[in-house]
């Protein structure tokens, strides 16, 4: 069954850190990656996705992620946070055969909470 | 910029009964999603619905809820009874459509059953 883990439920980082948030998928096909961020009462945002191609990819506000298919990860990396990074990261993966419109399937969320 | 409203962004309601969701994509779109968001749990999908039609729900879309596009523009999600267990943010999202398409969602509507 396909499903998307986010080991970390809540991390804490300082302003100007760099930061590391992990999420494993399990899928039986290519996965289709998303990485979505979710501030306080708001929706969801994309930060960004993977679909194919370079396996690093970039996306907004300074952020990117890494597919690495040996280890079925994809984890996503700022250099140095700022506060306003703090809001609740989610990982998903959508379906990726043709004929379905992909629902995604997301991963638990994991909160990020930035030090002054 | 949104590419999705969806109203109200708030929404008490009595056990049993019922409630409309609504979802007005900025522009024309053809693909639309529901998912919930129970408090302090994950985002789950509930159904998918593509040119006018249910095209993939989940074990959660049971006979309680509906979808509709009745006017060809907004999207709406119904709950015909609500329960306590209801009470979660809903979001509607659009997509493009195919393999790998990327889901923008709205702000999403945060329903409350009592």
């Known amino acids: 069954a396909q499903s998307v883990t986010q080991p970390d439920i809540h991390i804490t980082v300082s302003e100007g850190a760099s930061l590391e948030l992990r999420c494993n998928y399990s899928?039986?096909?290519?996965?289709?990656l998303f990485w979505y961020v979710q501030s306080p009462g708001q929706g969801l945002q994309l930060l960004l996705k993977?679909?194919?191609?370079?396996?690093l990819v970039q996306g907004i506000k300074g952020f990117e992620a890494e597919f690495k298919r040996s280890q079925s990860s994809f984890n996503l990396r700022k250099p140095s946070v700022h506060w306003s990074d703090a809001a609740e990261y989610f990982c998903a993966v959508g379906a990726s055969y043709g004929g379905s419109q992909g629902n995604l399937i997301f991963g638990k969320g994991t909160k990020l909470s930035v030090k002054p | 910029e949104p590419e999705v409203t969806q109203t109200p962004s708030h929404q008490v309601t009595q056990m049993g009964q019922e409630v409309i969701l609504r979802c007005v994509p900025i522009s024309n779109h053809l693909y639309f999603y529901w998912y919930r968001q129970i408090l302090g749990q994950k985002v789950e999908f509930l159904v998918s619905f593509y040119n006018n039609e249910i095209s993939e729900k989940s074990e959660i879309f049971d006979d309680q809820f509906s979808v509709e596009r009745p006017d060809g523009s907004n999207f709406t999600l119904k709950i015909r009874s609500t329960k306590l267990e209801d009470s979660a943010m809903y979001f509607c999202?659009?997509?493009?459509?195919?393999?790998?398409?990327?889901?923008?969602f709205g702000p999403g509507t945060r329903l409350l059953v009592l």
């Open positions: 999202a659009r997509g493009s459509g195919g393999p790998g398409e990327t889901q923008y």
């Open positions: 899928y039986g096909a290519t996965p289709y």
């Open positions: 993977y679909f194919s191609g370079d396996t």
